[in-house]
């Protein structure tokens, strides 16, 4: 799994990020664990981490199967 392939997911889910006011931001991928930065209206929004588990995360893994976990740094 290269950078080019997560950030080619990331940029299929940034639309609806940005809707709300938000982004995400391709920090790293380390083996299996992509970190990622919160930007905009998600950082420090109580619900980044819901969007993080069940938006990011839950996309991420299904279009790739490499995807372990995703954090946020």
């Given amino acids: 799994m290269t950078n080019e ?3 080619a997911v990331l940029d299929k889910i940034r639309p609806a990020l940005q ?4 982004d995400v931001e391709l920090v790293a991928v380390e083996g299996g664990v992509v970190k990622v ?3 905009g209206a998600c950082r420090g929004c109580p619900m980044s981490q819901l969007t ?3 938006g990011v995360e ?5 279009e790739l199967p490499g995807v372990e976990r995703v954090e946020a740094v």
């Fill in 5 to 7: 392939e997560v950030q």
């Fill in 19 to 22: 809707a709300d006011g938000g």
């Fill in 37 to 39: 930065a919160l930007q």
């Fill in 52 to 54: 993080l588990a069940n």
């Fill in 58 to 62: 839950r996309v991420l893994k299904s």
